[in-house]
């Protein structure tokens, strides 16, 4: 057990509909970091929030965005859904801001698009 | 593009023996590398890093190496065990960048 936590495990829904998938990190951590891993593909890095800022930003598309809340806690919402982004998504965390950390990833959300 | 490949989309070793898992990538702006493991279900799990600075990196059983001039880095397994048994990832970045690219997993099994 990593100590991050991702709700919901699996969820399903139609395309057009916007989703929120939402993360808490370990304790003390101030860093979350989403993931996209579709069939066949590696994780794809989507973006980096450090202690309610965004620090880094990777292949996320427009229709997607992410916050971090002040309880550190973040959520990425998906909007406009196609099939294509039916995927796992993976958050993780670290204490520090760096790339170069080292992240603990959650379960991840594994998203059906349908 | 792929700027970290993982060629190997699978690798099947007897254990006790070595287990090399390799990664190529093709930025040389890149000076620090990991690398991941995933059992099914589960998500990855931090195995080992490497700076630019070194060529070598040990941790227990888990030896990464790497080679700045090929711009390849390997993950050596000695001795593999079952439960080594998963997917890894590399993944590459730096400390002065936004850019964290992983490769696509190699997937490791491991029979007696």
């Known amino acids: 057990d990593s100590g991050v936590t991702q709700t919901p495990k699996h969820l399903i829904t139609a395309t057009g509909q916007r989703v929120t998938l939402r993360c808490s990190p370990r304790?003390?951590?101030?860093?979350v970091y989403w993931y996209q891993q579709s069939l066949d593909q590696g994780l794809q890095f989507l973006i980096q929030y450090y202690n309610g800022e965004e620090r880094a930003k990777g292949n996320i598309l427009e229709r997607f965005s992410a916050q971090q809340f002040p309880d550190l806690h973040s959520e990425l919402n998906l909007s406009s859904l196609e099939l294509g982004d039916s995927a796992l998504y993976f958050c993780a965390s670290s204490p520090g801001e760096g790339l170069t950390d080292t992240q603990y990833f959650g379960p991840g959300t594994r998203l059906t698009v349908l | 593009d792929q700027q970290v490949k993982q060629n190997s989309p699978s690798l099947s070793v007897q254990e006790g023996r070595i287990s090399i898992l390799n990664c190529d990538y093709t930025?040389?702006?890149?000076?620090?590398f990991l690398w991941y493991k995933k059992y099914p279900a589960e998500g990855p799990t931090f195995l080992i890093s490497?700076?630019?600075?070194?060529d070598k990196n040990e941790d227990g059983r888990f030896t990464v190496f790497l080679n700045k001039s090929a711009k390849h880095l390997s993950l050596h397994i000695v001795p593999s065990q079952p439960g080594d048994s998963a997917v890894y990832f590399c993944?590459?970045?730096?400390?002065?960048?936004?850019?964290?690219?992983f490769g696509t997993g190699t997937r490791l099994q491991v029979f007696p």
């Open positions: 490497i700076s630019s600075i070194k």
């Open positions: 993944a590459t970045t730096s400390y002065n960048t936004d850019k964290l690219i």
């Open positions: 930025n040389s702006m890149f000076d620090y």
């Open positions: 304790s003390g951590d101030l860093s």
